[in-house]
């Protein structure tokens, strides 16, 4: 794995032998998964199986770190109590110390353990969403977790992950596992084993591989409020519409969800420049992550600094139409090309026939608009398959911030740095 010497978070620490960090293939546990929901419904570990978890989980126990599979993306695991084995995991990442970092339990009576209340309103989200990809922020029960977990708030972030393999191993290591996404901090995160292993072999204890993600972005992170209004901290795999579903009241943004009040297509502010500046958003992206660094610790993961970037400068194209989406982003990629940038595009399948032939030197498409669900599952492998083309100037299309679409649309200018460019 290249070192990214100019990160603020460059990862601290590293075992010095990739070796050290052990694999362990679920031949069971992939059946019937890979590109599947991500349930954990029907699906029993085997012998072998169990007695991998069985390893995996006595690692944890003696404060070691171990990624794993969850619904939405591998998670890189420590037990949460243990503040030398969550050391391990900020260091292992490179994650700034103030990002606070998400439990994960495998029990409903394990929440009034770590938690001193639960609403009533997320106790509805809890019989509607658990095991799956919802976070709820709880007043933490004092000196239970360690303090890096909750980074010296009074909350917690908690979920019960909705993957056999994460449930067996959470049952197995009987702790509350704190775990956050098992990628190197900025990057993009992992749906697959090997992509944890791109990226943090020889930081990490060990490797569980349950094949891919089902739901493919993390979870939704939500705290309720005293009134019983929810507030979205982070948009993910269980979308507004639903939580309102259950609550019977809107969910509220607790920050600006991208592109909240443009349609798809239509225009943004910000510009990424051609040639594109050395970081990726260009100079409102680089104040952006400074200004950051000095704002308060924020309530959920994915809320402060910039995350998911790929390698190259990425810029989000929107504007009145897909032709004029498609036209702009044409002409700025055959720009790019002409100044000696390595060029890529993500686009939407619909699109493909508005673009000349080869637009960009990789092209990937995220299928159809009318599927978000597969656009959530292969995000985060598109945006990794530009750093394996060596990518310096990506260009992305946008979609519809309904369903999903808020979520991935999140995690797009998340990646870009806020990097919007304006098609009309």
Request: aromatic fraction near 4%; proline fraction near 8%; charge should be negative.
């Amino acid at each position: 794995m290249t070192e990214d010497k100019h990160s603020p978070f460059a990862a601290q620490r590293r075992s010095g032998h990739i070796e050290s960090t052990l694999y362990w293939s679920l031949v069971s546990g992939k059946e019937g998964r890979d590109g599947g929901s991500g349930s954990s419904a029907g699906w029993q570990p085997g012998g072998s199986d169990l007695d991998m978890i069985s390893e995996a989980a006595a690692l944890l126990r003696s404060g070691e770190t171990v990624a794993f599979p969850t619904e939405t993306v591998y998670g890189l695991g420590a037990d949460a109590r243990n503040t030398a084995a969550v050391e391990a995991v900020f260091a292992a990442k490179g994650r700034p110390s103030d990002n606070p970092l998400i439990v994960h339990i495998a029990r409903r009576e394990d929440l009034g353990r770590l938690v001193t209340e639960v609403h009533p309103v997320a106790e509805a989200l809890i019989d509607a969403f658990w095991p799956g990809p919802l976070t709820l922020v709880l007043p933490v029960r004092p000196g239970v977790l360690s303090p890096l977990v909750t980074a010296g708030l009074d909350t917690v972030g908690v979920r019960m992950p909705d993957h056999p393999v994460a449930l067996a191993l959470l049952r197995a290591a009987d702790c509350p596992v704190a775990a956050p996404s098992a990628n190197r901090s900025g990057r993009p995160s992992p749906t697959l084993a090997a992509h944890v292993l791109e990226d943090l072999a020889g930081y990490i204890g060990g490797v569980l591989d349950g094949g891919a993600a089902g739901v493919g972005l993390e979870s939704t992170v939500v705290q309720v409020q005293p009134d019983g209004t929810v507030a979205v901290l982070r948009p993910g795999g269980i979308t507004a519409e639903q939580l309102a579903a259950v609550t019977g009241t809107e969910a509220a943004a607790a920050e600006p969800a991208a592109g909240a009040d443009t349609p798809a297509g239509a225009s943004g502010g910000g510009s990424v420049p051609v040639p594109p500046a050395a970081v990726p958003g260009g100079e409102a992206g680089a104040a952006a992550q400074a200004a950051a660094g000095s704002s308060p610790a924020p309530r959920a993961p994915g809320m402060k600094y910039t995350h998911y970037a790929p390698r190259g400068a990425l810029g989000i194209v929107r504007g009145s139409s897909a032709q004029r989406v498609a036209e702009t982003a044409a002409g700025l990629l055959q720009a790019a090309q002409r100044a000696g940038e390595i060029t890529g595009l993500l686009l939407f399948e619909e699109h493909r026939a508005l673009y000349p032939a080869d637009p960009a030197a990789c092209t990937v498409s995220l299928g159809s608009l009318s599927s978000p669900e597969e656009a959530a599952r292969f995000l985060y492998a598109a945006l990794r398959r530009f750093d394996e083309a060596g990518a310096t100037y990506i260009l992305a299309e946008a979609c519809p911030v309904t369903g999903l679409g808020a979520a991935i649309m999140n995690r797009l200018m998340k990646a870009a740095g806020d990097s919007v460019i304006d098609a009309e």
